[in-house]
């Protein structure tokens, strides 16, 4: 990835990063102080095992050769949030090395920030597990979120990923959200024919049936129309969808 071109263009840095030019630059100087003092932490534990011959820096170098670019690196998972597939692919490494750069540099990054850095949820089976997950909140907004795609060749795959409006091929995720527009869930990638709530039903299974019941009274699910059915699916959650005016 040309990071440079990232660092000339202030669009292009808030849209794959979330930070202004000038921020990023100052977070650097930040990071580097907190990355350098782990690194010796780390490099004094493992001379005092023993395990340690090379003098600081010595060994194989990575692709994630400078700090900015390490930096550059775990800002662009927060924000853009790919699976270790793709994020592998764009920084060129494989799976194995983005996840275990993302653990190691995600620490030294919210010791900068002060901050625990929160992602949203990849794999939740009910929506009990959910209010478990997150304790502090008590309504969540639930709705489905289509992305254009390019018209797919295959006459099959055009009919799955036609969702019969916006004369628009797309795909389809579940989006669960808190009342300050922070993602808790994102769900897998469906084709755009399907609907929201089926899509929602298939994530959350409701055979055998989830424990809703113990949930407390005060958290509340709000949907629109298209999730309608819920409330009977999901006995004890607290639904709240809007009706629509009847004409005249």
Not at 5 to 14: V, W
Request: glycine letters at 8%.
């Amino acid at each position: 990835m040309n990071i440079n071109r990232a660092l000339r263009d202030e669009r292009l840095m808030k849209g794959v990063t979330g930070m202004s030019i000038k921020g990023f630059n100052e977070l650097l100087k930040d990071f580097k102080q907190n990355f350098e003092k782990e690194k010796r932490t780390n490099y004094n534990k493992e001379v005092k095992k023993g395990k340690l011959e090379r003098k600081p820096g010595g060994g194989r170098k990575g692709r994630l050769e400078t700090l900015q670019d390490k930096l550059f690196f775990t800002l662009f998972y927060f924000k853009c949030y790919p699976t270790f597939d793709v994020l592998g692919f764009v920084f060129d490494f494989d799976r194995s090395n983005a996840c275990r750069n993302v653990q190691n540099l995600i620490p030294i990054l919210e010791k900068t920030l002060g901050e625990a850095m929160v992602l949203p949820k990849r794999k939740i089976r009910t929506m009990d597990e959910l209010f478990e997950l997150f304790p502090e909140v008590n309504d969540l907004i639930i709705d489905g979120t289509e992305r254009q795609i390019p018209r797919p060749k295959d006459n099959e795959k055009q009919k799955r990923n036609y969702p019969g409006k916006k004369k628009r091929h797309t795909k389809k995720n579940t989006i669960i959200a808190d009342e300050d527009k922070q993602i808790r869930y994102l769900g897998p990638t469906v084709e755009g024919k399907k609907h929201d709530y089926g899509a929602f039903k298939e994530e959350f299974p409701t055979k055998p049936p989830p424990d809703l019941c113990d949930s407390p009274g005060n958290n509340r699910c709000w949907t629109d129309l298209g999730f309608i059915g819920m409330e009977k699916d999901y006995p004890g959650l607290n639904v709240i969808m809007p009706k629509k005016k009847p004409k005249g």
